[in-house]
């Protein structure tokens, strides 16, 4: 398994545990409303086919007008990481520092200046049209918030040390794609994710402590240089059939 499969999982991991975060679970009703134009009660007692194709419509949307922002900056992060590439060791070791600092935030053992402050754009009133729809994914793409902040400039640091802009970009887009399955579901099958939320709502602490114990591992490989060790232990545990296939 290469290298940048290991970073893909990780990226698509972080994704997920972002979409679970305090600060995007909760408000996933609220978004799915926003974005549609549609009450709580439209998507979920009224005429549901119906409301579903718009709110897989919207949601498509607003999924990419997040994506546009972190393929936006998975590029960056990378081109400036080639910048630097006379000091890929440096850089990956100052990522990994970075990425451990990140992981012990979220796990409540540090706490960074400013970083409890929200710097999420918001809309008090939805722009009209489907494009609105893409401006709305735009601004929730550009936050940054307490808890989602720290998971994506994690990744960010990991396209930093990405050999080629197509690999960076790459690691942002499958993070995106984990963050908007879970999104496009929940906002689809809503009434159910009402009541799953309930339950599940008393673990949502537990999701940034996973995230930091995510990041602490990652910034220990980058800091150590094993990130390629890894790969191989992964490879020899993988399946032929598999490997294969990767």
Known sequence: ????????????TAGV??????CVLPLIPSYATFITGLSLA??????????RRTVLL???????????????????????GALLRTYSEWVGRIGGVLLIVFGLYLLGVLRLPGAEREWRLHL???????????????????????????VLGGILTLAATRATVAEGVGLLGVYSLGLAIPFLLATLLLERFLSGFR????????????SGVLLLAVGLLLLTGSFTVLSGLLARWTPDFLLDRL
């Open 42 to 51: 439209e998507l979920t007692e009224g005429d549901r086919r119906g409301a």
């Open 17 to 22: 545990l972002s979409f679970l975060s305090p």
């Open 1 to 12: 398994m290469e290298p940048q499969m290991v970073g893909l999982t990780v990226a698509f």
């Open 58 to 80: 919207h949601g498509l949307l607003f999924v990419l007008g997040f994506t546009l922002v972190f393929l936006a900056l998975g590029a960056s992060a990378t081109l400036i």
């Open 124 to 150: 008090a009133d939805k722009p009209l049209g489907y494009a609105g729809t893409v401006l709305v994914g735009i601004a929730f793409g550009a936050g940054w918030t307490p808890c989602i902040g720290p």
């Open 199 to 210: 339950r599940f709502r008393t673990w949502l602490p537990w999701i940034s402590r996973l």
